[in-house]
């Protein structure tokens, strides 16, 4: 019997795991949202008296969970708002308390902020806007759904993002909502910019100076929106952004190896070539327009204000032991 609830844990943690890690489970807030529900029910189905076993047993799952992804901050976020404070309480049956309420609440607030980013957003688009968006972010098509219910939408053009084609579930899900769509292939979309009113995207990360840190490709769409004077708006959660990010630590950008660029099955046909996949890039604030959170629209220049309202960080406070957790 106790040895069933223990093998529910472990299947509890790497079911996600493996969720994420086979991007079953993927976009930068449905990761952290599965993350914290994971650890939430690992912590309710852990079995042990020892509350020192415990604490350990969470960081080795959390630590587990952050290395399935490693550029959306989201995932650490999330993990750390749903662990956090625990680490002060004394009894096994307060730690499970705070952690589910922690979870419930991130969760819960997750899904506030994306509705409020709807709506934010929403405004910031013309009337009879043309919309481009690229790969799969939930923020920025809640954003394209609201306009488009509320008449600013005519068409949104969804770029196919190779390579794992996350387009393919962009343009399904706005058919499935009755929004016209056109699908076009990466390297379109300068041809397509001049007749965009407005690019949306979503963000993994988001660091202290402003950059935006999204699916590969979206750089280069920001250059060309910049070129043609398209505003380019970013739609984000304020937990998106990196508070480490202000005391200087690189995010680092996922490869994904040959996968998705050869085909695994055959590859004799590129004997001796050399890969390489990085699966996110890097947007300088300067081909930013705005930022839309749930706390408002923002200047890129202004994240490490948003850092320090959602983090609640005065100065330099690298070694905050809040955010210890995880390193
Ligand atoms: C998804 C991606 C999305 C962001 C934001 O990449 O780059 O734009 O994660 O998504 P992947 P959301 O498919 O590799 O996870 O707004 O849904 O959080």
């Known amino acids: 019997m106790i040895r069933m609830k223990e093998d529910e844990s472990s299947n509890i943690i790497s079911g996600t795991v493996e969720g994420i890690s086979n991007m079953s489970i993927r976009g930068a807030g449905k990761i952290a949202k599965a993350a914290s529900t994971a650890i939430s029910e690992y912590a309710q189905s852990w079995i042990g008296t020892s509350r020192d076993e415990m604490i350990e047993d969470l960081k080795r799952v959390a630590r587990t969970l952050l290395s399935t992804r490693p550029t959306a901050v989201s995932l650490r976020n999330g993990i750390l708002l749903t662990l956090m404070g625990t680490e002060d309480l004394h009894d096994i049956g307060s730690v499970r308390e705070m952690i589910a309420t922690r979870s419930r609440k991130f969760v819960e607030g997750a899904e506030q902020a994306r509705e409020r980013i709807s709506e934010i957003g929403s405004l910031r688009v013309p009337k009879g806007s043309t919309v481009m968006t690229h790969c799969n972010s939930m923020a920025a098509l809640s954003t394209i759904e609201k306009a488009f219910r509320d008449g600013r939408v005519?068409?949104?053009?969804?770029?196919?993002?190779?390579?794992?084609?996350?387009?393919?579930?962009?343009t399904k899900w706005?058919?499935?909502?009755?929004?016209?769509?056109?699908?076009?292939?990466?390297?379109?979309?300068?041809?397509?910019?001049?007749?965009?009113?407005?690019?949306?995207?979503?963000?993994?990360?988001?660091?202290?100076?402003?950059?935006?840190?999204?699916?590969?490709?979206?750089?280069?769409?920001?250059?060309?929106?910049?070129?043609?004077?398209?505003?380019?708006?970013?739609?984000?959660?304020?937990?998106?952004?990196?508070?480490?990010?202000?005391?200087?630590?690189?995010?680092?950008?996922?490869?994904?190896?040959?996968?998705?660029?050869?085909?695994?099955?055959?590859?004799?046909?590129?004997?001796?070539?050399?890969?390489?996949?990085?699966?996110?890039?890097?947007?300088?604030?300067?081909?930013?327009?705005?930022?839309?959170?749930?706390?408002?629209?923002?200047?890129?220049?202004?994240?490490?204000?948003?850092?320090?309202?959602?983090?609640?960080?005065?100065?330099?406070?690298?070694?905050?032991e809040k955010f210890k957790w995880l390193d």
Request: with cysteine; aromatic share 6%.
């Open 154 to 170: 005519e068409m949104v053009y969804s770029t196919e993002s190779r390579p794992w084609r996350q387009g393919h579930i962009t």
């Open 174 to 320: 706005l058919l499935e909502r009755e929004i016209p769509v056109t699908m076009i292939v990466d390297s379109a979309v300068r041809h397509f910019m001049r007749k965009m009113d407005v690019v949306m995207v979503g963000a993994d990360t988001i660091t202290s100076h402003g950059a935006v840190i999204n699916k590969i490709g979206t750089s280069q769409i920001a250059l060309s929106a910049h070129e043609s004077r398209v505003p380019l708006m970013v739609c984000a959660e304020t937990f998106k952004f990196s508070r480490e990010t202000l005391f200087g630590s690189p995010v680092e950008i996922e490869d994904r190896g040959p996968s998705g660029i050869a085909d695994p099955m055959e590859p004799r046909d590129f004997e001796g070539a050399h890969f390489r996949n990085p699966v996110f890039d890097i947007t300088p604030p300067e081909h930013i327009d705005a930022i839309i959170t749930e706390l408002g629209v923002i200047s890129p220049y202004l994240a490490a204000e948003i850092i320090r309202e959602v983090f609640g960080i005065v100065g330099p406070d690298p070694g905050n």
